[in-house]
């Protein structure tokens, strides 16, 4: 295309040449058409319109180090009320010390918990007002998954139904009736003003005294439960409610309870890819917006490391094997296999480390967030790793409709 381009403009300038060169000797009057064509350009680079990644980056390019920290956390009404120790969470409004919080932070996200929702009116209300106190808009998020775990559905002054177990969805293995919860659960969510559910629970519940995921799992059968945790996001997200698939690497097999300590999961990865990674690769193929990673220890990885702190866990298995490009979040850092066996500041900076986008519900708010603000500056973590960490959180928020940029 472009040789004839410069045919054409090697003819048009010749023509001009023969009739200057003519002119001398005979007036005599030419007129030369030119095709439209030859004169139509491409616009300008500069007048082409922003694509939303380009937006973002400028977004993120705009934020200090203080506001893409904030961003990675997901925390609790009471971490608010008391960033610098552990107060209390039972809490249903939001005061002034609670928004300076928010604000002096630069929270990415706020878990609402049983102990937060009384009524329709009175969530409502605390998400408005956390939401107009907030620069970036916030991630709102709750565990309904059924069953449970249904902090809303359990509430009785509530008007959201708990949707049962999700065993009991799992045994009509109607993939259909999984899609239809996900729908019911992300209308009520959405009419409340939630924008994230924690759930659909993707365990394959291998072990059956297991005691911690129970009834909250579909079932046993791999095949079964990643279509069921496949037709839940997708009903989900009707709504464009977030969804989070837990408990990465599996929570199924394990007979304790990783909210007491570590809990050690002795199946061999190969293994592991035959039966636990099944849901999760359906979660990741149905457009999934968060993981939660557990705190499970892979003994064939690692000797006591638990996963949310394995670079081998998050970034080689679930980023790089299966390749997943959503958000990863810890599960709680209130839980036991955390706060028995390191200092908040050292699991914060750890997990970040092993490639975690948000850490859950700190047991201290500020040692986390000012150990990953101090790990940055003295080159443990680089500042490159938090902008890839936030533009992964700001790319789910923009997608999902929660931020806006011109």
């Known amino acids: 295309m472009k040789k004839q381009h410069v045919k054409i403009q090697l003819a048009i300038w010749t023509s001009l040449l023969l009739v200057c060169v003519t002119g001398c000797y005979e007036k005599k009057e030419t007129i030369l058409e030119v095709p439209e064509y030859v004169t139509m350009q491409a616009p300008p680079e500069e007048y082409a319109e922003p694509t939303d990644e380009q937006i973002l980056q400028d977004y993120l390019e705009s934020m200090t ?9 997901y925390v609790t009404i009471g971490n608010l009320a008391d960033p610098e120790g552990f107060g209390t969470n039972a809490l249903l409004s939001v005061t002034e010390a609670e928004i300076e919080t928010l604000q002096n932070y630069h929270t990415g996200g706020i878990i609402l918990m049983g102990e937060n929702v009384q009524t329709d009116a ?5 998400i408005t007002d956390l939401q107009d106190h907030s620069t970036v808009p ?33 045994e009509m293995q109607d993939v259909s009736k999984a899609y239809d919860v ?37 079932g046993s059968d791999p095949a079964m439960v990643s279509d069921m945790v496949a037709a839940e996001i997708q009903g989900l997200h009707v709504y464009d409610i977030c969804t ?36 999760f690769q359906a979660a990741i193929d149905a457009d999934t917006d968060f993981i939660l990673v557990s705190h499970l220890v892979l003994t064939h990885l690692e000797q006591d490391m638990p996963s949310t702190l394995s670079k081998n866990v998050v970034t080689g298995l679930l980023r790089e094997e299966l390749g997943y490009e959503g958000v990863v979040i810890t599960d709680s850092f209130q839980m036991g296999s955390i706060t028995e066996n390191y200092s908040q500041e050292e699991a914060a900076v750890a997990a970040i480390q092993a490639g975690c986008d948000m850490i859950l519900m700190p047991l201290v708010y500020m ?9 940055v500056e003295n080159g443990e973590i680089s500042e490159q790793q938090i902008d890839d960490a936030c533009m992964r ?14």
């Open 65 to 73: 180090l203080e506001e893409k920290v904030g961003q990675l956390f």
């Open 122 to 126: 009175q969530v409502a209300s605390m």
């Open 138 to 170: 916030l991630f709102i998020g709750v565990d309904e998954e059924g069953g449970v775990v249904s902090r809303l559905g359990n509430a009785s002054g509530i008007s959201m139904s708990n949707v049962g177990s999700m065993q009991s969805l799992g």
């Open 182 to 218: 996900g729908e019911t659960l992300a209308s009520g969510l959405s009419a409340l003003g939630f924008n994230m559910d924690f759930a659909p629970v993707a365990d394959v519940l291998t072990n059956p005294n297991n005691y911690e995921i129970g009834s909250r799992s579909f």
């Open 244 to 279: 989070t698939a837990k408990h990465f690497p599996g929570h199924g097999g394990v007979y304790g309870n990783s909210h007491q300590n570590l809990q050690y999961v002795d199946t061999s990865v190969q293994d592991l890819r035959m039966e636990e990674f099944l849901p």
């Open 367 to 375: 040692d986390c967030y000012q150990g990953i603000i101090d790990a």
């Open 393 to 406: 959180v700001l790319r789910i928020k923009m997608k999902r409709g929660i931020l806006t940029v011109e």
